[in-house]
């Protein structure tokens, strides 16, 4: 029973149906996915509004606790709420940044900052007052995020930031990265690491979007020339950033895998792929076996995929798999992705590389060239499998040269090779 001050689950049904009935519009089916270089200030600015509306109405953190800003209900009503508002249009002020915030950086937050950043930082993001994105990756540290160059030194109480950034999704639209530096050198690389929040519009950091094959910008790079933040600016402990830092490419790859295992779309009605569907009406094979084979096999690795999300998130949920087992999410969108994307291109022929404007071979054509993204964001395919084999299936660690050195004799050693 549910406690006095907590609506049951049907009451609170009742209650969302009604907000978003008087507050929200409908989804639009088949709207255009938006850029986040397409988002104007006065989009961004309008969408901040609508999430603020939203958050004051008690519907953004439902599930966080009330001293962090969020209502302190169960899990339930999470998804409950989520179930009802899945055929509305939700605000999503920076569209992927957004996205960033509430997903990956704000369950980070709540599990590593000190209870002031908490009660200061998680109200802000989920009110959309502050967006903030990853800044991870580096020109020379991708998969190897450990070997990241970027440089904290602490100038008294502040520590001083220089490096450069890149694939930050959506910090064009951001007010705020949770940064990964190098604050020891002299440890081994994964031992040296703090995170920082930085400000992305201080005049010492440049944000440039780089333009895609797709002909979009989703993705930034940032170079940070002496950026100054003060020590409540830490997140976690100096030096110990590395097991942050799995934690947080761990909820990244969490919301990639629920992806898979969403009830909407062709798994909630095991309705066949209206994507490849569209391929076949295009080039007028709805009746060519091959492309009817074709169309079966993707069918078959989508609700596969989907049983798998379920299954393997109840099983970490309850402690029965290490959080590892993710991985196999996420290596299943990577390599069913690409598949999907080149069997519509297959099927759909001539339709898919020449077009007219009223034709859906463009929105194949553009899924192509996106067709990538899910095996290499959020960890590539091969470093998925090295998470499945070392820390799932127990094999022996990838061999390493590095191990145990200090990252400076790292580079050190980088520089004298070969000579």
Not at 180 to 204: E, S
Not at 214 to 224: P, R, S, T, V, Y
């Amino acid at each position: 029973m549910a406690s006095p001050d907590v609506p049951d689950l049907d009451e609170y049904r009742e209650q969302v149906q009604a907000w978003l009935r008087d507050n929200l519009p409908r989804r639009q089916a088949n709207s255009p996915l938006r850029a986040g270089h397409d988002i104007s200030p006065e989009q961004l600015a309008s969408e901040r509004a609508q999430q603020r509306r939203l958050y004051e109405a008690g519907y953004a953190g439902i599930a966080i606790p009330v001293e962090y800003g969020g209502q302190g209900l169960s899990v339930a009503h999470e998804k409950v709420w989520q179930r009802e508002a899945s055929s509305y249009a939700l605000p999503m002020p920076g569209g992927i940044a957004f996205g960033v915030t509430v997903g990956i950086v704000l369950p980070t937050v709540l599990a590593y900052a000190s209870e002031d950043q908490k009660r200061s930082w998680v109200p802000k993001m989920l009110s959309a007052d502050e967006i903030w994105v990853q800044l991870l990756s580096e020109p020379g540290a991708g998969s190897d995020l450990a070997a990241v160059l970027t440089r904290a030194t602490q100038a008294g109480e502040d520590w001083v930031l220089n490096g450069t950034k890149v694939w930050s999704s959506g910090a064009m639209s951001a007010d705020y990265g949770v940064c990964l530096a190098r604050t020891n050198w002299d440890v081994p690389k994964h031992r040296g690491l703090t995170w920082f929040k930085v400000p992305l519009r201080d005049d010492h950091v440049t944000v440039r979007p780089i333009r895609e094959v797709n002909g979009g910008a989703d993705f930034c790079e940032e170079f940070l020339d002496d950026v100054v933040v003060g020590p409540e600016m830490v997140l976690g402990e100096v030096d110990g950033g590395w097991p942050i830092a799995n934690a947080m490419l761990g909820f990244e790859r969490t919301n990639i895998g629920n992806a898979a295992g969403q009830p909407s779309g062709a798994r909630k009605h095991r309705a066949l792929p209206a994507d490849l569907l569209t391929a076949a009406e295009i080039a007028n094979a709805a009746s060519d076996p091959l492309a009817r084979q074709a169309i079966a096999r993707i069918h078959a690795e989508d609700v596969v995929l989907g049983m798998l999300a379920r299954r393997i998130g109840a099983a970490v949920m309850k402690g029965q798999m290490d959080a590892g087992a993710v991985s196999y999410l996420k290596l299943g969108q990577g390599t069913l992705q690409p598949d999907r994307a080149c069997v519509a291109m297959e099927i759909a022929a001539r339709g898919a590389v020449a077009w007219t404007a009223e034709s859906a071979g463009q929105e194949l054509a553009t899924s192509y060239l996106n067709g990538r993204i899910m095996a290499i964001a959020g960890g590539s395919n091969q470093i998925q499998r090295n998470i499945i084999s070392e820390r799932v299936l127990g094999l022996p660690r990838e061999p390493s040269e590095d191990r145990g050195k200090s990252f400076s004799d790292v580079l050190r050693d980088a520089r004298n090779w070969g000579q």
